[in-house]
């Protein structure tokens, strides 16, 4: 099957760095990639849709400043936490469609918590 | 607007018994409707899509357009079957973006 892989699993930062975290697809090529964030035992919310080579499609209410999403390239969008504060602390997922298969199926990465001290 | 509402935060259930996750949506058009699994220390994963009418690990799912509905069904629970299951909303298979529910803890007792 598609695997979606990110980097790194977890990480710990100081309040006011920055974190990158990246998304990988590792067999297929993906136009499009999603991030999602996942709070302790509640839903995905969806932040926003990355796209190759042009901007980063924000949901409401995710401040893209806060938030860079870059898609340089058909296997890697990275999503970088800036002047991270504890509230940022949580888990972020991505996912991508392969555009080989017509399913509508998404393939999620194993995700990558971020703590925030 | 897109929402999708799983009621039961936790379901727990005996082995053998059968199990209804319950999901309702709501969205204007003709949704296409998923249910994504998530085993312990696993990632999110495909359990099936409404649109295919498959039964995939003896798990069905009816979408019921008059109810706005997509209720996972298993006649017989097994305790591996024992994870968090999302109910997710796509406007099309497209654009590949879901929309997810609150998600719902199955515990499956001995």
């Known amino acids: 099957g598609a695997v979606v892989s990110q980097h790194p699993s977890w990480v710990i930062c100081k309040s006011g760095t920055s974190v990158k975290i990246e998304c990988r697809s590792l067999d297929f090529q993906a136009t499009t990639m999603f991030w999602y964030r996942q709070f302790p035992k509640q839903s995905l919310m969806l932040m926003a849709t990355?796209?190759?080579?042009?901007?980063?499609?924000?949901e409401q209410g995710v401040e893209k400043d806060k938030f860079l999403i870059n898609h340089a390239s058909l296997t890697l969008s990275t999503l970088t936490v800036t002047s991270a504060h504890p509230e940022d602390s949580s888990f972020y997922i991505c996912?991508?469609?392969?555009?080989?298969?017509?399913?509508?199926?998404?393939?999620f990465g194993e995700g990558s918590r971020l703590t925030v001290l | 607007a897109q929402r999708v509402t799983q009621p039961e935060k936790l379901l727990s259930v005996f082995k053998g018994a059968p199990v209804e996750l319950k999901c309702n949506y709501s969205y204007s058009g003709s949704p296409e409707l998923f249910w994504y699994v998530q085993y312990s220390r696993q990632r999110l994963q495909l359990l099936l899509r409404h649109i295919s009418r498959e039964s995939i690990k003896g798990f069905t799912a009816d979408l019921n357009k008059g109810e706005t509905s997509f209720h996972l069904k298993k006649p017989f629970a097994q305790e591996e079957d024992s994870a968090m299951y999302y109910c997710a909303l796509s406007r099309s298979s497209n654009t590949g973006k879901l929309i997810f529910g609150q998600g719902t803890t199955l515990q499956v007792k001995p």
């Open positions: 990355s796209n190759e080579g042009s901007k980063a499609t924000y």
């Open positions: 996912s991508a469609r392969d555009p080989g298969r017509n399913t509508g199926e998404l393939f």
